[in-house]
């Protein structure tokens, strides 16, 4: 009987972190449970509806997803052991990130969001804390869905320049640029890195002076941070 017990569990674990993993070639964003949310997790719901609501207007290669975990953070452990932990789900669920939070009483959020395995050299920190947002309105507020898609898509359009793979780096780091709702530390190298892909995808196009001349202004506007 306990054997049975054993096994049951063993093929709930099992199917649970299979169905929660994201397969390669596709940027996962994971989104724990809020804490502090109600038993419905409302709060989180409506997060992933606006994160999917916001993706459905791209079509992206390689494709962004959107997954739910019933896992929660507890910030008790301190904010540098919970950034870990999530780094260890990303690399267990093959997540480009993870995003989680604490919902207070009143109706706010504070929203954190933790990136799997960062880019060397790339710019970007890994772990982020986004300023308290209010989320009692209809309408979410812009930066708690466009920073994660804004980091996805950063994460792997360096990731392609590294690659070699101009063309499709252009694409993202394009999109990072469009979600980026207010300017960063890191704002300076996603203009670089886009001016960068730009050039050199330039000879495989018909009109290669189109990609040098937005280049340019991005090379101009990179030096402003």
């Known amino acids: 009987m306990l054997c049975i017990w054993v096994t049951c569990i063993a093929v709930h674990y099992w199917y649970a972190?299979?169905?929660l993993t994201f397969p390669d070639g596709v940027v996962g964003i994971l989104v724990l449970r809020i804490s502090g949310d109600d038993n419905k997790q409302m709060s989180r719901l409506r997060l992933i509806s606006g994160l999917n609501t916001e993706l459905a207007k791209e079509k992206t290669r390689p494709p962004v997803e959107v997954r739910a975990c019933n896992k929660e953070l507890d910030e008790t452990i301190g904010l540098p052991a919970a950034h870990e932990y999530a780094r260890k789900l990303c690399t267990k669920y093959n997540?480009?990130?993870?995003?989680w939070g604490n919902k207070t009483e009143a109706g706010y959020i504070d929203p954190r969001i933790r990136i799997g395995r960062i880019p060397p050299e790339s710019g970007l920190i890994g772990e982020y804390a986004l300023?308290?947002?209010n989320i009692r309105d209809i309408a979410l507020p812009p930066e708690l869905v466009e920073r994660p898609i804004y980091l996805a898509h950063f994460v792997i359009g360096y990731s392609l320049l590294q690659r070699e793979e101009y063309r499709m780096a252009v694409s993202q780091l394009r999109l990072a640029l469009k979600h980026q709702e207010k300017p960063?530390?890191?704002m300076a190298d996603l203009l670089f890195y886009l001016a960068t892909s730009l050039t050199e995808a330039s000879p495989?196009?018909?009109?290669?002076?189109?990609n040098l001349m937005e280049a340019i202004?991005?090379?101009?506007?990179?030096?402003l941070y």
């Open 217 to 223: 202004v991005h090379f101009r506007n990179a030096l």
């Open 204 to 210: 495989t196009r018909k009109d290669p002076d189109v």
């Open 184 to 186: 960063s530390k890191d």
């Open 95 to 99: 997540a480009t990130l993870v995003v």
């Open 17 to 19: 972190v299979r169905t």
């Open 131 to 133: 300023s308290t947002q």
